[in-house]
Structures are given as structure tokens and as C-alpha cells.
């Protein structure tokens, strides 16, 4: 069975894997390469086929703007089954966008740092994995330069995204609060994704007004950090993507001692890095919640609800055990009652939960795969455990959907797999799943 799985997530990866070196995540719905969803798939690759695991960091670093910025969507074609394309989003505004490829302004989750250390881990031949990983590092290096220098407003160590998009978890009812504060025009536009997946399990027409409106704002100031900072409605601290820059600081640290003669780098990751968890665990953490919330800085208030990122931070070196282990009870008693597949990617308790809707309750595997190492980190094995038997039994009995129902017997369809199908990441982290031994 296990063998079986690998050569069907294999089929997935080779298929979606592009001549021009990068891996869509889903035929029609993803046709371009998209930052985080890169990370993962790599990881998949390195299993089997090296040299495309090595392609696919070096095509997304590649896409590198001078200031160290890494974009959320790579344009390498002209695909036409997305929207918003390159000529909605205009990168090529910023004067220090990357000239050789489109790209979106946006960013996503710096996964690099942990991806390129646990490339490392998997790489039969390490010495050939270490050059890599001396050329790439510095792109790496300099993205995280570029969060901290110009996006941490409050010099706390904690850098904020402008648009739900550069969260990962673009509908989560998280930003409805936020909507409440617009009153973006109604615009027209072509929708593609309801024409790849069920309108129901995608983001409605009203939400992609707002999500375009934040854009023609940092467009109108050319993609400026520091004016976006001012004026964008949507400016947030997110637990999710500040642990994955604080888990990406600690594999940059490593692999810059390993490599040696790297001093300054390091001081300023170390640096950076205690602010950085002091800040995660003093501002995010909400003690009467028992999890990680986010934080509004525009309407400056915190966003009272757990979702999966609430966990994330498990990830990483910031909580405490006292922290750790309210988070691992809380997950267990709001997510993880009998009948339910963990890890719901919205509180299943709260009435704003919807099972089929993208981020607003389904079980998403990147997500699966950051908790389960989280969880393992601070020593919970029972639930880590599950978290992974959940996740590849759904993948083995639905198929390598984008995400799933989280309800075991689902009342509403004959699977629980929903949005894309043959999903790269969710192929990739299957392998790296079941090859963890390496
Ligand atoms: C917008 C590619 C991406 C993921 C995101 C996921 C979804 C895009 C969309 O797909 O977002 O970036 O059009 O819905 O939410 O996490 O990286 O797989």
C-alpha cells in the first residue's frame, strides 16, 4: 500500500512539474509557481529525483527582487486559466521588481530556511546538497533581511503581510472582521477558479473585491512597503507566518555555522530571532484562548479566533512548555474529538466553521505536516501521530485533493476531497510522510 501511494504521488509531482523548471500546484486551477507550495513540493522531489528538487528552489530564488523580496506567484507562462494574471497585478511597478520574471507584489510564508536544511536531511549525497545550499542561502538570507527591515513596524521582531493572499489561508473567517472595515467597488472581472472547483468550496465574489481592492492600493504606490504600511486596509500579524520566519531563522542559523565564516549573518539572525519569539509568545499569545491568535494592526485588535495557523508556532523554538501544552489541549478538545480528522484549518466549535469551504474549516496537508512536526518537537507523539494517520488516510481514501472535509462520516458528499485534485503538495507531503525515517 505504502509503495503503492508513493508511485501515484509520484505521477502527481512528475505530471504538474514544467519544462521551464518549476511545478504548478494543480493543472488549470495553479497554472504558475507559487512561493510556499514551491517548498513543499521540493521536498517531495528529494526523495526520488534530486536534481528537480534543486530546480524548483532555484527557479522560485530566481524570481528574487533586489531588495530581497520573493514574490507569491511566479508568471513564468501566459496561462489565461487564472485570475488575477501578471497584467492585474503589475509587479513590474516596484523599481527593484525582478526583471526577468512577472510576479505578483504580494509575498507568502518564508519556508525556505527549514526547506533548504531539511533538503539536507533527505539528500543521500550531502556534499552535493551543501554546494547547493551555499549557492542558494544568501537569496534565503536576504528574503528574511527584507521582512525585518521593512515590514516589522514596531520594531518587536514581528513583520506583518498586507493582504490575506501572503497569509496562505487566503477566506478564513479571520479577515471577516477586516472586510467590515472596507467598502471596496464592485468590480468586474472574470472568475476562473469556479471554473475549475465548486463555487461552494471557493471564496464568494464579494471577498475577491476586497482582496482585488488592497491590490490597486499598493499599485497605486508602486508596491512601496512603506506606503502600503500606511494605507493598506489589511495589515496584520499573522502567528502562522511569523513562526515560519522564527523556524527558518533556526535552520539558517545551523546551516550558516555548518557552512562557516558567516559571523555577521548569524548575529543578526540571533538577534533578530530573540525578538522575534519574546514578541510571538508576549503579543500573540492569548492565555484565556489557549492558542496563538492574530493581530489587526490597522484597527489595531486582536483577531479572537483559532484556526489551524493558532498552532503553528509548535514549529518552531517559541513557546514555552506551559504554552506548548495549552496549545496541544486546546487542539485536542476544540479540533480533535472522535469522528473528526484532525486538523481542521478553522475552529469546528465556532459558528463561523464551514467543512467544504477552502480555509474555512477543511483540513489542508501542508498545514497537517507543520503541526506534526511541531507536535512531535514539544514531545506530544499521541497526537502528532494521529495528525499524520489522519492525513494519509484521507489522501489514500479521497485521492490528492487541495483539502478535505474534516467530518470522518460526511453527510454532504461521497468524499471528503475538495478544491483541486492530483494536488502537488499534498503528493509531496505525502512522500516525505511516509519516507520519514530519512
Ligand atoms: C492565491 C496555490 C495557492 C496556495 C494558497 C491557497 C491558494 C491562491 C488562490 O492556492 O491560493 O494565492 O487563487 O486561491 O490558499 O495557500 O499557496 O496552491
Given amino acids: 500500500m505504502k509503495e503503492q501511494m508513493i508511485d501515484k504521488a509520484i505521477q502527481v509531482l512528475d505530471s504538474n512539474f514544467q519544462d521551464g523548471g518549476f511545478t504548478i500546484p494543480s493543472k488549470g486551477l495553479y497554472p504558475f509557481q507559487w512561493k510556499w507550495d514551491s517548498g513543499f513540493i521540493a521536498l517531495g522531489f528529494a526523495h526520488y529525483d534530486i536534481s528537480k528538487a534543486k530546480k524548483e528552489v532555484e527557479t522560485i530564488l530566481d524570481a528574487q527582487w533586489e531588495n530581497g523580496f520573493i514574490p507569491h506567484i511566479v508568471f513564468h507562462n501566459d496561462s489565461d486559466t ?42 543521500k549525497d550531502k556534499e552535493d546538497m551543501m554546494n547547493f545550499i551555499k549557492k542558494q542561502i544568501d537569496k534565503v538570507y536576504e528574503n528574511h533581511v527584507y521582512f525585518y527591515e521593512n515590514r516589522d513596524l514596531n520594531n518587536d521582531g514581528l513583520v506583518y503581510i498586507y493582504h490575506n493572499w501572503e497569509s496562505g489561508t487566503d477566506n478564513s473567517p479571520l479577515w471577516d472582521d477586516i ?34 481592492y488592497i491590490i490597486e492600493i499598493a499599485k497605486e504606490h508602486n508596491y512601496h512597503d512603506a506606503k502600503i504600511a500606511e494605507l493598506s486596509p489589511f495589515l496584520v500579524l499573522d502567528p502562522l507566518f511569523n513562526s515560519v520566519l522564527i523556524r527558518s531563522n533556526e535552520s539558517l542559523i545551523r546551516l550558516y555555522e555548518s557552512i562557516g565564516n558567516n559571523e555577521e549573518k548569524v548575529d543578526y539572525l540571533k538577534q533578530h530571532q530573540l525578538k522575534s519569539v519574546q514578541s510571538l509568545n508576549s503579543k500573540l499569545f492569548h492565555k484565556d484562548l489557549g492558542a496563538y491568535v492574530h493581530f489587526d494592526l490597522r484597527n489595531n485588535r486582536q483577531i479572537p479566533y483559532i484556526c489551524s495557523s493558532s498552532f503553528a508556532p509548535l514549529y518552531s523554538s517559541a513557546p514555552t512548555r506551559l504554552i506548548a501544552e495549552s496549545l496541544a489541549k486546546t487542539m485536542l478538545e476544540k479540533f480533535g474529538d472522535a469522528g473528526r480528522y484532525l486538523c481542521a484549518s478553522f475552529d469546528p466549535t465556532h459558528e463561523k466553521f464551514n467543512p467544504k469551504k477552502y480555509w474555512r474549516g477543511p483540513v489542508w496537508i501542508n498545514m497537517n505536516w507543520i503541526l506534526y512536526h511541531g507536535l512531535k518537537r514539544h514531545g506530544f507523539y499521541d497526537l502528532a501521530s494521529r495528525i499524520k494517520s489522519d492525513s ?15 467530518r470522518q462520516s460526511n453527510p454532504d458528499a461521497d468524499s471528503n476531497g475538495y478544491g483541486g485534485n492530483n494536488f502537488s503538495w499534498t503528493a509531496a507531503l505525502l512522500i516525505d510522510f511516509l519516507k520519514e525515517e530519512v
Fill in 82 to 123: 487564472y485570475f488575477p494574471g501578471p497584467n492585474f497585478h503589475e509587479s513590474n511597478l516596484h523599481p527593484l521588481a525582478s526583471k526577468k520574471y512577472r510576479s505578483t507584489g504580494m509575498t507568502q510564508p518564508p519556508v525556505f530556511g527549514f526547506i533548504l536544511e531539511r533538503l539536507y536531511e533527505i539528500a
Fill in 179 to 212: 472586510w467590515e472595515t472596507m467598502n471596496p467597488p464592485e468590480y468586474t472581472f472574470e472568475r476562473r477558479d469556479t471554473s475549475h472547483v465548486d463555487a461552494s468550496q471557493r471564496p464568494s465574489k464579494r471577498e475577491y473585491d476586497h482582496y482585488l
Fill in 392 to 406: 494519509l488516510e484521507l489522501i489514500e481514501k479521497n485521492g490528492f485533493f487541495e483539502y478535505f472535509d474534516s
